[in-house]
T-cell receptor
Framework: QVQLQQCGAELVKPGTPVKMSCKVS????????ISWIKQTTGQGLEWIGY??????????NEKFKGKATLTVDKSSNTAFMQLSSLAAGDSAVYYC????FGVGYFDYWGQGVMVTVSS | DIVMTQSPSSLAVSAGETVTINCKSS????????????LAWYQQKPGQSPKLLIY???TRESGVPDRFIGSGSGTDFTLTISSVQAEDLADYYC?????????FGSGTKLEIK
């Protein structure tokens, strides 16, 4: 079955980066696009960006340019998102999600990673 | 960016009742090329990640019960849940998949009396 496995929770200090992973199984990694979505109580769901695993081509929400960097490792069927210079406003649950080429909705989601930024 | 406005923000109903959740977009989500509306609905149960219910405004995802019905066109959309069950306790979100950046509504919390 299709699974997007995300690591647990992260507690990080302000100003430091964090890199989170999304390991997929149950389908061909390069046949779907991976997106990342941020969820907070205040701002709700925000789309961060996407990556095509085959080519590594990316697209970002302007709001997250310079904050998020998306990469993949095809050998391990894993997508990564690095967030730079973390601040309190980056505390959130971050999801990876899958979508088909040419569509913009997400049919499978990871379980999410809770990132807490605190000194 | 397309702004998605959902209403109400919360509602409480008894099991068996019918629920209507509204979603309004700041721009039309109707493609002139194929006459399809690029609007999706998700259900997020407590402690879980969102689950796709509806896409293209009215197409039910495989396995989704037929009591979940999506409708609307242009800028006004509705998710109707007929004969609500206790398991439908969740937050519901709309999302436009018409243009980047993809954007979501602020959510509707459904409580069961």
């Amino acid at each position: 079955q299709v699974q997007l496995q995300q690591c647990g929770a992260e507690l990080v200090k302000p100003g430091t980066p964090v890199k989170m992973s999304c390991k997929v199984s149950g389908y061909t990694f390069t046949s779907y696009v991976i997106s990342w979505i941020k969820q907070t109580t205040g701002q709700g769901l925000e789309w961060i960006g996407y990556i095509y695993p085959e080519s590594g081509s990316t697209g970002y929400n302007e709001k997250f340019k310079g904050k998020a960097t998306l990469t993949v490792d095809k050998s391990s069927n894993t997508a990564f998102m690095q967030l730079s210079s973390l601040a309190a406003g980056d505390s959130a649950v971050y999801y990876c999600a899958r979508r088909e080429f040419g569509v913009g909705y997400f049919d499978y989601w990871g379980q999410g990673v809770m990132v807490t930024v605190s000194s | 960016d397309i702004v998605m406005t959902q209403s109400p923000s919360s509602l409480a109903v008894s099991a068996g009742e019918t629920v209507t959740i509204n979603c309004k977009s700041s721009q039309s989500l109707l493609s002139s090329g194929n006459q399809k509306n690029y609007l999706a609905w998700y259900q997020q149960k407590p402690g879980q990640s969102p689950k796709l219910l509806i896409y293209l405004a009215s197409t039910r995802e495989s396995g989704v019960p037929d009591r979940f019905i999506g409708s609307g066109s242009g800028t006004d959309f509705t998710l109707t849940i007929s004969s609500v069950q206790a398991e439908d306790l969740a937050d519901y979100y709309c999302q436009q998949h018409y243009s980047y950046p993809l954007t979501f509504g602020s959510g509707t919390k459904l409580e069961i009396k």
